[in-house]
DNA sequence: CAGATGTGCAACTATAGTATTGCACTTCAG
DNA sequence: CTGAAGTGCAATACTATAGTTGCACATCTG
């Protein structure tokens, strides 16, 4: 499971508010830093580390258009991910159907 | 979407690694904290603060059996989050294709 | 009852993550 | 060229989080 076992950096990707915030901003439309950090309360370099680490996770990619860093929502690795973690909690909710019936026919 | 607005919340909790790991080890079945310390490398009650950030994210569900406190990871959690992410990227993909038909017509 | 096992609370340390500010460099418009 | 807007790098401050240890209390077993 080389997809499993890289999980945690993107959820730790996605488990910050104002990262979160900024996401799903780009995923209404692709938009730079400068862009961003005067639409949200905090400062452009705040947008670039919080950008870096979406980037890092495969959750955003980034574009030069002239002058601009243009940066856009990646809704298909998103969409992989929650493949990914509903086929796990699937499997525990299979695995834990199986021990409640091994004990009720011992119990 | 009362259920989106809380997402954070939930992959603030699945994005540590040795939360990760105690919630993997307990999909494959329930365990206590002083079991899972017997396994993991670190203290019990450094499991005790992780599974109480599970609990609180509705990934972890714990029952008191005698002297013991049981927990066991709560795979339809996970699938419930799974169909949000999943729902979320597929409008985001849509929006860019509308985007780029806009652009193209534009262009 | 005594001992082993399990839990809960509290204080503390250390590290990672968030956010800020300042400055230099680039690029587009007048 | 000048100014405005965008970007990148670096130093710093602050906060949150992970992890530890120590102790008190509960509970099952012999």
Chains 1, 2 share one sequence.
Do not use: N
């Amino acid at each position: 499971m080389t997809a499993t076992t890289q999980l945690a950096p993107v959820f730790a990707a996605l488990g910050d508010d104002t990262r979160w915030s900024i996401l799903v901003r780009l995923g209404e439309a692709p938009a730079s830093a400068s862009a961003l950090a005067r639409e949200l309360p905090i400062s452009r370099q705040a947008i670039v580390k919080h950008l870096e680490v979406l980037s890092a996770a495969g959750l955003v990619e980034s574009e030069k258009v002239g002058r601009e860093l243009v940066h856009r929502a990646l809704g298909g690795r998103l969409s992989d991910v929650a493949r990914d973690l509903e086929r796990i909690g699937r499997s525990w909710e299979a695995r834990l159907a199986r021990i409640k019936r091994l004990a009720e026919g011992a119990g």
